[in-house]
């Protein structure tokens, strides 16, 4: 069967196929890796061999993808160009008719799972502008690729390809029909394979989760999502911060769970103009302007948020998101603006 495998990927990928810069795929050391992915899901997984080979058969490396995944936006970004992409009035006046049609479902949530509705309104709205960009690639052939042609990721890529076949059966779906993000991501919330089959939700008692088509399923499916991850109800997010000398260096770090408490950060000259328990934990944020740098103290829920995406700009991105939602929903409420 080896051989067989073996046969199909040379005709799939080519000889003289590169995925890298000049770099030749290994077609021998690709067919061994797909055949044992192959046999793993047959014989772990019960699935049927003919089945996937099939698949695998017809799979060719997405170089686009390989492209885009090597320079991510937030490498290639400064702050103050990132936000304009999310932090858009467009995207307020989306979210606020989103909150509208979903209201109830939104209260709901935010009952059940103890997440504010305007948290979960900023994810969505940061992931897919609330359903209006789910991503147009084949999830199957994005996670092939990156599971079997990007080597630094390749076991999260592929551990994902198995969750997505799983997945697939579940929901009874049909490979090659199910499209989504570069990176395999799915629906309005743009769950990864593992976290759709782990946190999805059927929110509407349907009998079926469906977060490609169903907001109502989305919505309570974010708000889980979040709370699982430790959301602490009515704790903050992040504050404006001020430093000042050099002592906050030694504070500084690419890790976005708090570890320094506002005692520490306060001994080393960063304030906020906020009361803050002194134990409580944070993470100093620094981020670039077009002009200058500030600075931001993320509490225990910014960190809860990262998880969604574990990047800084993204996290800010949903927050700053998160925060106008908020107030032109109270001013709405209000009359001050047009509900």
Same mark, same amino acid.
């Given at each position: ?20 810069? /000049? ?14 992915? *192959? ?5 772990? $997984? ?8 099939? %698949? ?5 490396? /997405? &170089? ?15 702050? $103050? ?20 049609? $979903? ?20 994810? *969505? ?5 609330? =359903?209006? !960009? ?12 990156? =599971? ?6 390749? &076991? ?16 009874? %779906?049909? *490979? ?12 309005? =919330? ?17 009998? &079926?989760?469906?977060?490609? /088509? ?9 708000? /889980?999502? !979040?709370?699982?991850?430790? %959301?602490?109800?009515? =704790? ?55 002009? $200058?740098?500030?600075? %931001? ?43």
């Amino acid at each position: 069967m080896f051989k067989q495998i073996l046969i199909y990927l040379l005709i799939s990928v080519g000889l003289s196929t590169t995925v890298f810069a /000049n770099k030749p795929v290994d077609e021998k050391k690709l067919a061994i890796e797909v055949n044992k992915f *192959i046999d793993m899901m047959v014989d772990e $997984h019960a699935f049927d061999r003919s089945y996937l080979e099939k %698949w695998f058969a017809s799979a060719k490396p /997405n &170089k686009p993808i390989l492209k885009t995944i090597a320079r991510p936006a937030e490498s290639r970004m400064t702050w $103050h160009r990132y936000r304009k992409i999310f932090i858009q009035q467009e995207r307020v006046d989306l979210a606020l008719t989103f909150w509208k049609e $979903h209201e109830d479902v939104l209260s709901r949530a935010e009952a059940k799972y103890g997440v504010p509705a305007e948290v979960i309104l900023g994810l *969505i709205g940061v992931e897919t502008k609330y =359903g209006r !960009i789910k991503g147009k690639i084949d999830v199957f052939d994005s996670l092939y690729t990156l =599971g079997f042609h990007f080597p630094r990721r390749s &076991k999260f890529f592929r551990k994902e390809l198995k969750e997505f076949l799983l997945l697939a059966r579940e929901q009874q %779906w049909t *490979i090659g029909t199910i499209n989504g993000s570069y990176a395999g991501a799915m629906g309005y =919330g743009q769950f990864m394979p593992s976290s759709y089959r782990m946190y999805a939700v059927d929110f509407d008692d349907d009998g &079926k989760i469906d977060l490609l /088509n169903n907001p109502v399923d989305a919505i309570g499916s974010v708000a /889980n999502y !979040i709370k699982v991850h430790g %959301w602490k109800v009515d =704790g903050g997010l992040v504050y404006k911060a001020e430093v000042k000398g050099e002592k906050y260096k030694a504070l500084m770090t690419k890790k976005l769970k708090p570890k320094s408490t506002i005692e520490q950060f306060s001994q080393a000259d960063v304030t906020v103009k906020e009361q803050l328990a002194p134990e409580a934990k944070a993470v100093l944020v620094e981020l670039q302007q077009k002009d $200058h740098k500030e600075y %931001w103290l993320g509490l225990h829920n910014f960190y809860v948020i990262s998880r969604y995406n574990p990047r800084t700009m993204y996290t800010m991105a949903v927050i700053q998101l998160t925060e106008m939602i908020k107030e032109q929903h109270l001013m709405a409420a209000s009359g001050e603006v047009k509900w």
